[in-house]
């Protein structure tokens, strides 16, 4: 596969604390990310995306921040709460490839209350 | 809206046996649709793009006389794992594109809550 990882990285915070989620993606002709929120034994969940074109992004108590010079790509929550353990995957496309997303290993965020 | 459901949520069954699992949008049309796999602690695999009315795609790797696939119409995708051992054991996840451009962005994928197989 284009994405596998045996160990997923492990970021711990506390309750309040503002979370930030690291993400580097692989080709340069991505044109479209988005942010994906899994818990445990569930789908992913969309949390926020971000086009080429701009290099940040706002939503409810989320930021997307792109930087296309060095590929790198991160979500800051702000005011991390315990429902917002999970684990967190970023997710490039490709925009000739017909949608397929390629999805980074993941980050397990752990809040401590 | 944007829900995508999976059928069944889980499924245990014998080795060598078949097991069909379905993707179903429930509020939207997805021409196209996508199936992953993820093992404990990994990360998303695709495995297939799922087009509606034509042949899947199969990502390298990916046998497609072992993961069938098909996408009879705009809300309904089935993936059927054939002769099933116990190395198929994962967790199948869908995803549905939606089609229209009815205030969502064409490119984002709604996920199902996946599918949990196991193989004895």
């Known amino acids: 596969g284009e994405s596998v990882g045996l160990h997923l990285p492990t970021l711990s915070v506390q309750e309040g604390d503002n979370s930030i989620i690291n993400c580097a993606y692989s080709?340069?002709?991505?044109?479209?990310f988005i942010w994906y929120k899994q818990e445990s034994g569930k789908g992913p969940q969309f949390i926020i995306d971000i086009r080429s074109n701009m290099d940040k992004r706002q939503g409810q108590r989320v930021t997307v921040l792109l930087n296309k010079t060095v590929k790198h790509l991160s979500l800051q929550i702000a005011a991390t709460q315990p429902g917002d353990s999970a684990v967190y995957f970023c997710?490039?496309?490709?925009?000739?490839?017909?949608?397929?997303?390629?999805f980074g290993q993941g980050t397990e965020l752990s809040v401590k209350p | 809206g944007a829900v995508v459901s999976q059928h069944p949520s889980w499924v245990i069954c014998k080795s060598g046996t078949s097991v069909k699992i379905e993707c179903r949008s429930l509020d939207f049309q997805a021409t196209t649709m996508f199936w992953y796999r993820q093992f404990p602690k990994q990360s998303l695999m695709l495995m297939a793009t799922s087009n509606e009315g034509s042949k899947a795609t199969y990502e390298q790797g990916v046998e497609k006389d072992k993961f069938l696939i098909n996408h009879a119409s705009l809300t309904l995708s089935t993936l059927t794992v054939t002769s099933a051992h116990p190395e198929d054991s994962s967790f199948y996840i869908c995803?549905?594109?939606?089609?229209?451009?009815?205030?969502?962005?064409?490119?984002?994928?709604?996920f199902g809550p996946g599918t949990r197989l196991t193989v004895l």
């Open positions: 997710a490039e496309n490709k925009g000739n490839q017909g949608g397929k997303l390629i």
């Open positions: 995803s549905a594109r939606d089609s229209s451009n009815s205030g969502r962005t064409s490119d984002t994928q709604y």
């Open positions: 080709n340069s002709a991505s044109d479209y």
